[in-house]
């Protein structure tokens, strides 16, 4: 079992830049692909970023490309995920995720691939 806890989110303007981070506890954190996923009132859980066990490999959706970075301590058991210019389409709950993959491959974009979630945090960017 995996526990999960996201910090960081808030209201933020257009533009703006904000850091999420979640922080694993449990089991050993460096056996689990990590991923973060946002959701929308009325819509699914969309991908947006995963990093592999050793942090080497990362996979980000197409839009947050560029503007996002997820990356992973071990040692301190946490995954971030950076965000910049932030629009308000970005709005949303994102969650952290963890996946006991053989794999980095693209299985790690799929929301099904995850055995563990957060409780999500909320991003709002507005003006």
């Known amino acids: 079992q995996v526990q999960l806890v996201e910090s960081g989110g808030g209201l933020v303007q257009p533009g703006g830049s904000l850091r999420l981070s979640c922080v694993a506890s449990?089991?050993?954190?460096?056996?689990?692909?990590m991923g973060w996923f946002r959701q929308t009132p009325g819509n699914e859980r969309e991908f947006v970023a995963a990093?592999?066990?050793?942090?080497?490999?990362?996979h980000d959706a197409d839009s947050v490309k560029g503007r996002f970075t997820i990356s992973r301590d071990n040692a301190k058991s946490t995954v971030y995920l950076q965000m910049k210019s932030l629009q308000p389409e970005d709005t949303a709950v994102y969650y952290c995720?963890?996946?006991?993959?053989?794999?980095?491959?693209?299985?790690?974009?799929?929301?099904?691939?995850?055995?563990?979630w957060g409780q999500g945090t909320q991003v709002t960017v507005s003006s």
């Open positions: 995720a963890a996946a006991n993959l053989r794999y980095f491959g693209d299985s790690a974009r799929l929301r099904d691939a995850y055995n563990f």
């Open positions: 449990g089991d050993t954190f460096s056996r689990y692909t």
């Open positions: 990093v592999s066990w050793s942090g080497t490999y990362t």
